[in-house]
């Protein structure tokens, strides 16, 4: 029989929600262990080292908040790559020794809820136990890949990496590539790989209405100009704005405003780049069809005008709205409609043409064509938001899976906790805000949260907190409610969990805005954990 390892908490992920669960638990000075799949710091930024891969956060905002580690931080762009974001962690590393409280290449694959002694027992897959009060899940929303089941993949004799899986080294010079996917990953991947392979070919079912990126370098002094002005304010600022940035979506009735004032507006936020566009629009932007149209056709007029041929412009930015703007996650690009005018780069529009099997050589369409490949690139997202947590075998106190609890829609209390599995927390999980925010916002908020509430715990004697049902599902209601604007109007989007086959669709994220989320989390908090049962 393994040996058992007690701790007070288990945290599963060492990304940045685990990181910062970690080191705000060990000022409680309880007992807390990170078990870690990979074999590195980093979370998404370890997994997601594909070509081109960057965060959409501008610098500083997507960073820990905290004074000691980015005093002595520099970035060196605007909108760092993983390359950069990897060295971060390992400063932070460095600085706070996170790893002594890290075991590494341990996945977690089970955990199991023992009432009668109010303890988690935790299982990885290379058969290690652990005992703990608390569970802390930090597998952040993309920790499970999706491929799809294209016919004759397994007889593929070129090479095939899901972006997400991506090898140390890979030298696509040379090679004729195939993208399959247009979400935030391919688009990354289409601009930086376009200029090194022999040949391109993307396989393209829907447009992404991506926004200007406007990357820029940062030097070290506008860095310690800005420390001293107004980084405090910046993270101050993040719990104050529905999307955890500094800039935030505009209140005012589109009633109220005029053309011009609006036009004005997106001019504004498509010079000054980044997602301002986006979650810096009106926010009519999600609910009035009629507002959403004028802002597609303004999006439509910036793209085309860089895309010469017709036939290509109405691939890429067709007169029809493929889906209202915003309701999918817009990708922020750098040069990704000129890579469509290169010789060497050639879009299928697999929406009328659709993948018919991947042969020995290549990929067939539908309509006959079989494009020659080396190399494929799955670019086909996530099992996003519930995957993760889902994929282990986790249960409560009636013994039964979440993943069974969660096959007819997910369920929780505030976004962060489950009636049923006790002392269980997740950050940046299911109906938390999520991607709606800027990842350390409300990762730190939501973190803060838990901690706080595990020293509430222990400073008044209290060995276990579980939300009750009737909490639970009046805040699913709420979260629910949130799907009944325009999300529900693109095909597929897993922000409804629609990218994937047979997953009930619902909305997946908190989509009322950091400060409404923050005052729910509070109220309970202050009313002595209302909605949840203390013993
Ligand atoms: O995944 P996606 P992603 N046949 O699901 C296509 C974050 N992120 O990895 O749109 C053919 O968005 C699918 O087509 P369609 C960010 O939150 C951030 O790109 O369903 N095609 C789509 O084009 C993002 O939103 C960054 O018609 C198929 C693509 O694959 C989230 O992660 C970078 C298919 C999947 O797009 C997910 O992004 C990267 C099929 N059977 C990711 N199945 C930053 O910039 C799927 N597709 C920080």
């Given at each position: 029989m393994a040996h058992t390892e007690e701790y007070d908490v288990i945290i599963v992920g060492a990304g940045f929600a685990g990181v910062h669960q970690l080191l705000n638990i060990r000022k409680l000075g309880l007992a807390a262990k990170i078990l870690e799949a990979g074999n590195g710091l980093g979370g998404t930024w370890y997994w997601n080292r594909y070509p081109g891969a960057r965060v959409d956060s501008e610098m500083p905002i997507y960073q820990f908040s905290d004074p000691e580690l980015w005093k002595d931080w520099t970035f060196s762009e605007y909108y760092p790559g993983w390359k950069e974001i990897q060295a971060y962690f390992r400063y932070v590393d460095e600085k706070l020794d996170v790893s002594r409280d890290v075991l590494y290449n341990s996945r977690v694959v089970s955990a199991h809820w023992n009432d009668s002694v109010n303890r988690w027992t935790v299982t990885t897959e290379d058969g290690r136990v652990f005992r703990a009060q608390f569970l802390s899940l930090?597998?952040?929303?993309?920790?499970k890949h999706h491929i799809p089941e294209f016919k004759g993949l397994d007889t593929f004799e070129g090479e095939i990496h899901h972006a997400s899986r991506w090898p140390e080294e890979y030298d696509f010079t040379g090679k004729r590539a195939g993208v399959i996917g247009t979400g935030s990953t391919g688009v990354q991947i289409i601009q930086e790989i376009a200029p090194v392979v022999a040949h391109l070919t993307v396989f393209q079912r829907t447009p992404n209405l991506t926004l200007p990126m406007r990357q820029r370098k940062i030097s070290p002094e506008e860095q310690e100009q800005l420390k001293e002005d107004l980084y405090p304010v910046f993270y101050n600022r993040r719990n104050q704005t529905f999307s955890g940035l500094f800039y935030d979506l505009d209140p005012t009735p589109i009633a109220d405003t005029t053309p011009e004032e609006r036009t004005l507006a997106f001019e504004d936020h498509w010079e000054k780049g980044g997602l301002r566009f986006w979650l810096g629009n009106y926010k009519e932007l999600f609910s009035n069809q009629a507002f959403n149209d004028e802002v597609y056709s303004f999006w439509r007029m910036k793209v085309r005008?860089?895309?010469?041929?017709p036939h290509l412009q109405e691939k890429l930015a067709p007169m029809q709205p493929p889906y209202p703007f915003g309701v999918k996650q817009p990708s922020l690009e750098q040069r990704y409609y000129e890579v469509y005018s290169q010789s060497n780069v050639t879009l299928v529009d697999i929406s009328k043409a659709a993948i018919e099997e991947i042969t020995p050589n290549g990929l067939k369409t539908s309509d006959g064509a079989e494009h020659k490949l080396d190399v494929l690139v799955l670019?086909?997202?996530?099992?996003?938001?519930?995957g993760g947590i889902a994929s282990i075998d986790i249960r409560g106190q009636d013994g039964i899976p979440i993943k069974e609890k969660w096959a007819d829609g997910v369920q929780s209390y505030l976004g962060l906790a489950s009636a049923m599995y006790p002392n269980m927390f997740w950050i940046?999980?299911?109906?938390?805000p999520c991607s709606f925010s800027n990842g350390p916002s409300s990762i730190e908020f939501t973190s803060e949260w838990v901690t706080a509430c595990l020293k509430y715990m222990k400073v008044n004697n209290i060995s276990s907190i579980v939300p009750s049902l009737e909490a639970q599902h009046a805040y699913s209601e709420l979260v629910d409610q949130?799907?009944?604007?325009?999300?529900?109007?693109?095909?597929?989007?897993w922000y409804l969990g629609?990218?994937?086959?047979?997953k009930k669709e619902q909305m997946l994220q908190f989509s009322g805005g950091m400060p409404a989320y923050a005052k729910l989390c509070n109220d309970s908090a202050a009313k002595g954990y209302d909605g949840f049962t203390l013993k």
């Open positions: 930090c597998t952040g929303i993309g920790a005008e860089r895309i010469p041929d670019a086909t997202g996530f099992d996003m938001v519930t940046y999980g299911p109906q938390s949130g799907s009944d604007a325009l999300w529900s109007k693109a095909k597929t989007s629609t990218n994937i086959y047979g």
